[in-house]
């Protein structure tokens, strides 16, 4: 698994959370080829609300957002050349949103960085929260896996 982390904004923060270990780890527990990468991306608030605007269509910043790249069952990623990475896409995360909404929901900020990365791994491999039972699944598996995480 590899993970490649680049923080724009936040760096006190973020020295916090063990980013590529975590993200290897749920990218394991969802049973990912070894050779899967993912890109975090640590953003101010401005560069967040661009993006959530120009993606998703939505005014201001949000915690987190997914970028799927390959996905097993896409013709590139089954004719991939060997030695290529499975690029499973890129998450990018306001660490200022995290750290208020750790305010807001009582948290840790380490607990908010951990759950965001879980969260966008989650997205990453398929999982959603649209409808209620979705976002139920997903909630429960945010838990197995964050708990899995602290236990190790």
């Not at 896409?74 to 990475?85: T, Y």
């Not at 305010?103 to 959603?128: A, M, S």
């Amino acid at each position: 698994m590899n993970v490649l982390v680049s923080v724009e904004h936040g760096n006190d923060l973020v020295d916090k959370v063990d980013v590529e270990g975590l993200c290897a780890f749920a990218m394991e527990a969802e049973s990912k080829p070894d050779d899967a990468e993912v890109s975090v991306t640590f953003v101010d608030n401005d560069e967040m609300a661009r993006l959530n605007r120009d993606y998703r269509g939505k005014e201001g910043p949000t915690d987190v957002l997914s970028f799927e790249c390959d996905n097993l069952d896409d013709v590139f990623a089954a004719a991939r050349s060997e030695g290529e990475p499975y690029e499973l896409g890129d998450i990018v995360i306001a660490p200022d949103v995290a750290a208020a909404q750790s305010n807001d929901y009582g948290t840790t900020i380490v607990e908010e960085f951990e759950l965001l990365l879980v969260h966008g791994v989650l997205h990453l491999c398929g999982w959603d929260h649209i409808e209620d039972v979705e976002a139920e699944a997903m909630e429960a598996r945010e838990r197995e896996i964050l708990g899995a995480w602290r236990q190790k």
